[in-house]
């Protein structure tokens, strides 16, 4: 019968990966996952399967055969799968049903930038806009009500646009988590006008307080 693991391999670096995410990996038959998931473990090429662009194309194409083969697979997720993560990818568009499922748990990017500033994460509103614009709303109403937040962005520079252009003042302060657990790690405390200036990669995780 197949069975499918949902692991969670941390934020990018080897050290955030737990012993139980390399036991299941290693017992895998199938392992599936993006590059940047893929390249911490060594996967031998005929268990491996790297995700495109089309994810949930490629994760169908995955379980079906995993299916009819009755194979076991390790679907690996950058942070913790059951935020902002492939959970909701499997289950949203029915790939696999959540009976069929064993997640296991990673450290999540927002654990990694609340260790790295030394707060206590229960103390702020966790809004993820990453592929869900839709929450810029929420976020503006959570700054505007002077909120604590930790969030992922979806468009960094966008998203501070949307902000100022709705009535946040350009020097609210903000903090920038990027690149975290990479040599490239780099945290900037900044205005909120200064971000627009800067050249950041996709991995940043912000907080305003
Ligand atoms: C699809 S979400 C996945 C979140 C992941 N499940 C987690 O728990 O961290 C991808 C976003 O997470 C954030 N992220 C993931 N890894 C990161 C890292 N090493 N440094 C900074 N941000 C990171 C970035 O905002 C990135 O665009």
Redesign the pocket.
């Known amino acids: 019968m197949m069975k499918v693991y949902l692991v969670g391999v941390g934020?990018?670096h080897r050290e955030y990966i737990t012993l139980k995410a390399v036991d299941t990996i290693k017992g895998a038959d199938i392992v599936v996952g993006s590059r940047r998931a893929l390249e911490l473990f060594q996967v031998e090429g005929d268990r491996r399967y790297t995700l495109s662009k089309d994810v949930v194309g490629d994760l169908r194409k995955v379980i079906d055969y995993c299916r009819r083969e009755g194979k076991s697979v390790a679907i690996l997720?950058?942070?913790?799968?059951c935020?902002?993560?492939l959970l909701k990818t499997l289950l949203r568009y029915n790939i696999v049903g959540k009976e069929e499922i064993e997640v296991i748990p990673?450290i999540?990017?927002?654990q990694?930038a609340a260790s790295k500033l030394k707060i206590s994460w229960e103390d702020y509103h966790i809004v993820t806009l990453?592929g869900r614009e839709e929450n810029r709303k929420l976020l503006l109403d959570l700054v505007k009500n002077n909120k604590k937040v930790i969030f992922?962005?979806s468009n960094l520079k966008e998203d501070i646009l949307y902000l100022m252009e709705n009535g946040i003042e350009g020097d609210r302060e903000i903090v920038i988590?990027?690149?975290?657990?990479?040599p490239k790690e780099r945290i900037v405390r900044c205005k909120l006008r200064d971000v627009l200036h800067l050249d950041l990669s996709?991995?940043?995780?912000c907080v305003i307080d």
């Open positions: 934020p990018g997720s950058t942070g913790d799968p935020f902002s993560g990673g999540s990017s927002i990694v990453h992922l962005p988590c990027e690149n975290l657990s990479y996709y991995l940043v995780v």
